[in-house]
């Protein structure tokens, strides 16, 4: 068996295990949960509350009110376990539910959507010579020599020199809102976030084939990262946008259309077929994205993506967005920080 991807080998840190857990935010990522923009909020700006339902076994539900998840945070999850009878706390963790509603009357007809409380969670710990994961609710063992193996593919992809020139991400910025903000900073790059391609296979919400679009033909794929799974998504996106673009007569031409029409008549080759996909993080708040803080399970996604695309002739490079402040104006207007 693949020790990569061994499900369920252990069913919690044992005794002198040592490590890190951190936040999944799946409310902020597009592959769990619901998006930034459908998350409702009240008139006074705050959004929808947070319920955490933490059951303990032979017990009544212990529930926690969290009153805004912009802010919603690990600390508060794990304040709901640590308050369990000990030799309860993980089957708690494990029973328990986070619950987004409209309002804070945590009325059923309010409940917009429910997750195990284990989804919001990622953890990292080590055991002796073993490296284990939690994600997506199971555990995974990854084995060292197999690490250092694709640590060392992680390095030589992301590079320090650029192939794309891109501004830096103003923080408190949406990713729609970095992407739409390109073209007007960068000359030549065109916006196709969420300006997907209908195909007959694709029907429905379509295929992204990019978020941006660089001068020379470049798919460039964008991402704020604050756990593996936004970027697990992202690597898929490239999968199925470059297969759409390598397999589908239909794609490609729609794709030519929509890339004909930004740049006001200046299309693509005829029957292009994607050269490079250049992925472009911002990780968490604009850390150096290295291969020390890339999410190692990510590292494990980023070279099974990247073996698969390069069998399809396709270059791949990893780039990691600059971030800067910003103040608001009494306006409400966003400016860039001096």
């Known amino acids: 068996m693949d020790r990569t991807y061994c499900r369920d080998q252990i069913s919690g840190p044992a005794p002198g295990a040592r490590g890190q857990i951190r936040p999944r935010h799946c409310c902020n990522g597009d592959s769990s949960g619901a998006r930034d923009a459908d998350v409702p909020v009240r008139p006074d700006g705050r959004s929808a509350c947070v319920q955490v339902s933490l059951l303990p076994p032979a017990s009544s539900s212990l529930i926690g009110l969290y009153p805004d998840i912009r802010n919603f945070d690990l600390e508060y ?7 369990q009878r000990a030799g309860c706390r993980v089957a708690a963790l494990r029973e328990g539910t986070v619950t987004l509603y409209r309002h804070n009357r945590v009325d059923r007809a309010d409940e917009i959507w429910t997750s195990s409380a284990l989804r919001w969670i990622e953890a990292e710990v080590f055991l002796d ?22 640590r060392s593919h992680a390095e030589q992809l992301i ?8 501004p830096p991400w103003v923080l408190g910025e949406k990713e729609r809102t970095y992407n739409a903000s390109v073209p007007d900073q960068r000359p030549g790059y065109v916006c196709f976030d969420r300006d997907n391609v209908q195909t007959a296979l694709h029907r429905g919400n ?9 001068p020379d033909n470049v798919l460039v ?6 756990g593996s799974d936004a970027l697990s998504h992202l690597f898929g996106q490239a999968l199925v946008a470059v297969q759409t673009l390598r397999n589908s007569p239909e ?15 200046r299309g693509l080759p005829k029957d292009f ?9 911002l990780l968490k708040d604009g850390a150096d994205l290295t291969a020390d803080t890339l999410f190692p399970f990510s590292q494990v996604t980023l070279v099974q993506t990247v073996r698969t ?13 600059k971030s800067t402040p910003s103040t608001i104006t009494s306006t409400g207007t966003r400016r860039l920080a001096a």
């Open 129 to 150: 010579s073993h490296r284990f994961f939690l994600m997506d609710e199971h555990w995974y063992e990854i084995d060292q020599e197999y690490l250092k193996a694709i």
């Open 159 to 166: 590079t320090d020199t650029p192939p794309v020139d891109l």
């Open 206 to 214: 379509g295929v992204e084939i990019c978020d941006l679009l660089s």
């Open 221 to 226: 794929m964008v991402k704020r990262a604050k």
């Open 309 to 321: 695309l390069e069998t399809w002739g396709v270059q791949v490079e990893v780039v990691g967005i």
């Open 251 to 265: 794609g490609r031409e729609r794709f030519a259309e929509k890339v004909a029409a930004a740049r006001q008549g």
């Open 273 to 281: 077929r994607p050269s490079k996909v250049v992925f472009a993080i």
């Open 77 to 83: 999850v794990l304040c709901r376990a640590r308050i």
